[in-house]
């Protein structure tokens, strides 16, 4: 079961479905998608005028193990990675999974979308890079390599408007990579593994770990 709160009025509501333990949310307009153990993807409608009211619109099937990771792109496109080891594409139209990705050798722990560019983490130790070619497909334009596996990702700019890209891996650290170039721009480092990565603003950025530990982190002008 999920619960949902309105952070204005405190209104709640309980949103039954998932079969299991649900390892990813997304949202983008008016939909919620929820991504379960069981290799279900679960999206609702919502509604906000008065009370928040959610209405299951569809359960999107094909994943054959557990959903670990999803994002939401442009021209109406969901992206979802799982334990299959697969990256799935969806169109929240029409609820129709028009792609399939394989390229990973290991759990698809994140994904995140960039400009036109999409990125996927794994416990294999690589980070690609997808980009769409002339009929519409994706393929793998940059495979980066690390020592241990990808746990996270995200992006942010630093103070300079560069583009960073936030990498954690499970040996308790977080990589700081310049975008497009993968430029090493320092680490940071945990009592356990970062589990999950969120950008904030003003500059400031999120890491929650296996402690219990959420720390907040904030760029500093040169």
């Not at 994943?63 to 994002?71: A, E, F, Q």
């Not at 990579?177 to 356990?192: M, S, W």
Request: net charge negative; with cysteine.
């Amino acid at each position: 079961m999920l619960q949902v709160w309105n952070t204005e009025s405190g209104a709640e509501c309980s949103l039954n479905g998932p079969v299991g333990q649900v390892n990813a949310l997304e949202s983008v307009y008016n939909l919620l998608f929820a991504g379960v153990e069981d290799g279900v993807i679960l999206a609702w409608k919502g509604t906000y005028e008065t009370n928040i009211t959610f209405q299951l619109a569809a359960t999107l099937k094909g994943h054959t193990h557990g959903i670990i990771s999803l994002v939401a792109g442009v021209v109406n496109r969901l992206y979802s990675g799982s334990k299959d080891h697969t990256i799935r594409v969806w169109d929240h139209e029409n609820w129709q999974c028009i792609m399939t990705l394989n390229g990973h050798d290991d759990v698809v722990k994140s994904l995140m979308c960039w400009d036109k560019y999409l990125f996927s983490g794994s416990l294999d130790c690589t980070i690609k890079v997808w980009a769409s070619t002339e009929d519409g497909s994706l393929e793998v334009i940059y495979t980066h390599s690390e020592e241990h596996g990808i746990l996270a990702l995200s992006g942010m700019t630093d103070p300079d408007v560069k583009p960073i890209l936030y990498c954690s891996c499970s040996d308790k650290s977080i990589h700081l990579y310049e975008l497009p170039t993968f430029t090493d721009r320092g680490r940071l480092f945990a009592k356990q593994e970062i589990q999950t990565l969120q950008i904030g603003p003003g500059g400031l950025f999120f890491t929650g770990d296996q402690t219990g530990l959420l720390t907040v982190y904030t760029w500093l002008a040169d």
